[in-house]
């Protein structure tokens, strides 16, 4: 689990896609999306926030 910070922020009225960014700007970590698949079926999907890792 990544040690973000302890900034607030809330999501009420906005998009999912706009409080993913949201956090992101909050607490500058990266995105990384994933799916799980079983039996050709996808069973989740996932997008994960981690610490920043290059410079940008």
């Known amino acids: 689990m990544a040690e973000l910070g302890l900034d607030s922020t809330n999501y009420y009225y906005i998009t999912p896609t706009e409080a993913i960014t949201e956090c992101i700007n909050t607490w500058g970590g990266e995105l990384r999306d994933r799916v799980e698949i079983e ?3 996808i069973t989740g ?10 410079n940008t």
Do not use: Q, V
């Not at 997008?47 to 920043?52: A, E, G, T, V």
């Open 39 to 41: 039996d050709n079926r």
């Open 45 to 54: 999907r996932f997008i994960d926030i981690l610490p920043r890792r290059g």
